[in-house]
């Protein structure tokens, strides 16, 4: 069981040597994958073997934790239910610089520079809270997500709880998705949605299609259906095909990053990001997952959203939304508080 396991990981990590522990989504299979030594591993060209964490910045090296040892044990959910306090006072600050660069993103918008830009905050709030139990809420409180708890000395600690895939390449078949489009809802029921989310899913629909159409010919498009994610639901399109003898670096150069993270066309919204966010990203929205694994070098990558740095006794959350022409300032500020709540929680409760 993982909490037998709890004690190996927490000494692994403890004596600074690099360690991911992780659950894929619909699973009850917790993962942990040993580095024995501190040495940094980049990524050259993808044909490495491991798990890969990436930064958001494409130009800068992605990070391999080498494989060395490999655990896999069965967790079980804990029902765990959350207060629900008011964390305005805590996720509140920046608030009128985020409202002012959005208005930023929406006049641009507007004078047709891009069609949607994704723009995103850093949250620093006081941590006393242990990483491991940190990731034990997280695994109870996402079921449908990929959750991870990634640690490498040269780098830091980071943990989170992501719903969007970047792919899924096994043997010659490749799978993907759209994910955009949010909504808070503390029940069941799937939410109705407005022509902005469905606009905004669209565009990122399109931009991957275009993207793959040049490797993949036969890709199939599915339907878009309203996905979960902790308290928040969003929108989600299947994508897949057959790649052939494809390299894994075509690929990623192809998806990352999608207009999801980034904006539409993605160049330009890039550079308004460049300009306009006033703190560095490091590896929310990069990608995380395993890459070559087993006999027919599967690769399983996610997109880092919903995610977290600890450094001593600060946590620090990192957290975005999609901006479009029907966009509104303050609307999408209360987005970014909205998505603030359960990782908020994880540490205060």
Same mark, same amino acid.
């Given at each position: ?21 992780? $659950? ?12 024995? *030594? ?44 959350? *207060? ?46 242990s990483p491991i139990q940190i990731f034990r809420k997280v695994l109870d409180s996402y079921p449908d997500a990929f959750c991870y708890f990634w640690y490498h000395p040269k780098i830091g ?37 407005? =022509? ?39 929108? $989600? ?29 993605? =160049? ?12 560095? $990203? ?8 395993e890459l070559n694994i087993d006999n027919d070098k599967t690769s399983h990558l996610f997109v880092n959203l919903r995610c977290m740095q600890i450094k001593e006794d600060s946590a620090f ?18 987005? =970014? ?13």
């Amino acid at each position: 069981m993982f909490l037998e396991h709890i004690g190996i990981i927490e000494t692994h990590w403890k004596s600074e040597l690099p360690v991911v522990v992780y $659950r894929k989504p619909n699973t009850n299979e917790v993962i942990s994958i040993f580095q024995h *030594d501190s040495t940094l591993h980049h990524i050259n060209d993808f044909s490495e073997k491991g798990f890969v964490f990436a930064p958001y910045n494409k130009k800068a090296p992605a990070v391999l934790i080498s494989a060395d040892k490999v655990y896999s044990h069965e967790y079980q959910i804990r029902e765990y239910k959350f *207060d629900t306090p008011n964390f305005g006072a805590i996720s509140g600050d920046g608030r009128e610089y985020h409202i002012e660069i959005v208005n930023r993103g929406i006049k641009e918008i507007k004078n047709n520079k891009f069609k949607k830009v994704v723009l995103s905050r850093k949250i620093v709030v006081p941590n006393n809270s242990s990483p491991i139990q940190i990731f034990r809420k997280v695994l109870d409180s996402y079921p449908d997500a990929f959750c991870y708890f990634w640690y490498h000395p040269k780098i830091g600690l980071w943990i989170g709880a992501t719903p969007e895939l970047l792919f899924l390449k096994q043997n010659y078949t490749l799978v993907t998705m759209s994910l955009a489009g949010t909504k808070k809802s503390t029940t069941p029921d799937k939410p109705s949605w407005g =022509t902005k989310e469905k606009e905004e899913q669209d565009m990122v629909t399109q931009h991957i299609v275009q993207e793959l159409r040049t490797y993949v010919p036969d890709l199939s498009i599915g339907k878009v259906n309203s996905v979960r994610a902790g308290n928040l639901w969003h929108l $989600r399109t299947k994508i897949w095909g057959t790649v052939g003898d494809l390299e894994l670096k075509s690929i990623i150069q192809a998806l990352h990053p999608t207009p999801a993270i980034c904006g539409f066309p993605v =160049t330009e919204a890039e550079a308004f990001i460049n300009r306009n966010e006033n703190y560095d $990203r490091e590896f929310y929205t990069g990608f995380l997952g395993e890459l070559n694994i087993d006999n027919d070098k599967t690769s399983h990558l996610f997109v880092n959203l919903r995610c977290m740095q600890i450094k001593e006794d600060s946590a620090f959350l990192y957290i975005g939304g999609g901006i479009t022409a029907n966009s509104n300032a303050q609307q999408e500020w209360i987005e =970014t508080v909205d998505k603030s709540e359960t990782m908020l929680n994880m540490i205060f409760n």
